[in-house]
């Protein structure tokens, strides 16, 4: 599976716009982009996912690059319920069925 | 309507005993994926079913392992003489059909494992 990069942690201030960027250089054609969070002491949870085109959805919006070699996941207004740790995952199912989730990003979110 | 549901949510055991963990899969999902988790750390992929078909092993990370799933429904990961380095949170997912890369996956509240 390509593999993504995404910075250890983050902070922002609540009530403000948050971006988290991931960049997966080795993408492939048929690779889909996903983001998923998990808050402290439960399952990770889906938020969105995209191909080619940005894509928005009630909880973020999700930014690809004309190349797609980076995406930027945009929280429009951060909340304290926000702070978790973003997943950027990419899945082919050409090259298996199972999610790739490395470390992520730890978002922390200051009232 | 209902999750993906996990029992026990913790299991203390000792070391070299067996273990097993159950996890229920949203009705209807064909898919189904064990993962674990070590403290601090991401999710490390075990094991996959999606429907029939045999099951993809990869990711298990001794013959210890091992995971059936009975009816295309429940499935119980087993862990035979477990060592402290099982010590972890055993999540379970659920997907509609796996066979396509935009499903997405349904996660369960997890089992914490501990190994004394």
């Known amino acids: 599976d390509a593999k993504t990069t995404q910075p250890n942690s983050m902070e922002s201030n609540e009530e403000e716009p948050v971006h988290l960027p991931c960049n997966h250089s080795?993408?492939?054609?048929?690779?889909?982009i996903h983001w998923y969070r998990q808050l402290p002491s439960q399952g990770p949870e889906y938020v969105i996912h995209g191909l080619t085109s940005n894509v928005n959805n009630r909880m973020a919006s999700l930014a690809i690059a004309e190349d797609r070699k980076s995406s930027t996941l945009i929280l429009h207004r951060a909340t304290l319920r926000d702070a978790a740790v973003y997943y950027c995952i990419l899945r082919d199912v050409n090259t298996g069925n199972q999610f790739y989730f490395g470390t992520g990003t730890s978002l922390t979110v200051i009232p | 309507g209902a999750g993906v549901s996990q029992s026990p949510s913790n299991k203390v055991t000792e070391k070299g005993k067996d273990v097993e963990l159950r996890c229920d899969p949203i009705s209807g999902h064909t898919a189904l994926y064990w993962y674990r988790q070590s403290l601090g750390q991401g999710l490390e992929f075990l094991i996959y079913f999606q429907g029939n078909s045999a099951p993809d092993k990869s990711g298990l990370p001794s013959d210890r392992f091992s995971a059936e799933r009975t009816g295309g429904s429940v499935s119980t990961l087993t862990i035979q003489r477990t060592q402290q380095e099982d010590s972890a949170v055993y999540l379970c997912?659920?997907?509609?059909?796996?066979?396509?890369?935009?499903?997405?996956?349904?996660f369960g509240p997890g089992t914490r494992l501990t190994v004394t």
């Open positions: 997912a659920s997907s509609t059909d796996s066979r396509q890369p935009y499903y997405e996956q349904y």
């Open positions: 080795t993408i492939s054609g048929t690779d889909y």
